[in-house]
């Protein structure tokens, strides 16, 4: 895929508006716009990754950032005492939609496992 043809790169660039809750040079942070729980936020490197199975140890302190962004968010939004989870969907089977890396944080309502 083109980078200029990605959603959240046109989000990470400001192209396209979302609920941003947080923003570093590496990492956005915005509100989920179809939310699965009270809480639902994307956390997304601004460089364009396409999913897990193409990240590399390079990325690895941004993968960590990322992880520790959600457990930073998860306290400001007030999940963090009840619990949440954090989901990064890869490919087909695991129901990425959208070909951009991404963190979900969801939280807010008792989760189940498995998930569907
Ligand atoms: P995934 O299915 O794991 O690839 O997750 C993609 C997520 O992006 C879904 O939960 C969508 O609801 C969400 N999404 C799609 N378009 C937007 C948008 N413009 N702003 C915020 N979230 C979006």
Redesign the pocket.
């Known amino acids: 895929m083109n980078v200029t043809d990605c ?2 790169c046109s ?1 990470a660039s400001g192209k ?1 508006p ?2 941003v809750v947080h923003e570093s040079e590496t990492l956005i942070a ?7 729980a009270p809480l ?1 936020l ?1 956390i997304v490197p601004k460089q364009h990754i396409t999913s897990l199975d193409t990240a590399k140890a390079p990325h690895q302190s941004l993968l960590g950032d990322m992880v520790l962004v959600a457990a930073d968010l998860a306290r400001t939004e007030s999940v963090a005492g009840h619990g949440y989870r954090t ?3 890869t490919g087909v089977d ?6 951009h890396l ?1 963190l ?1 944080l969801i939280g807010g309502r008792q989760m189940e496992w498995p998930p569907g």
């Open positions: 959603l959240f989000i396209i979302a609920d915005f509100r989920d716009i179809n939310p699965q639902h994307l989901v990064i969907n695991g129901g990425q939609s959208v070909d991404h979900h």
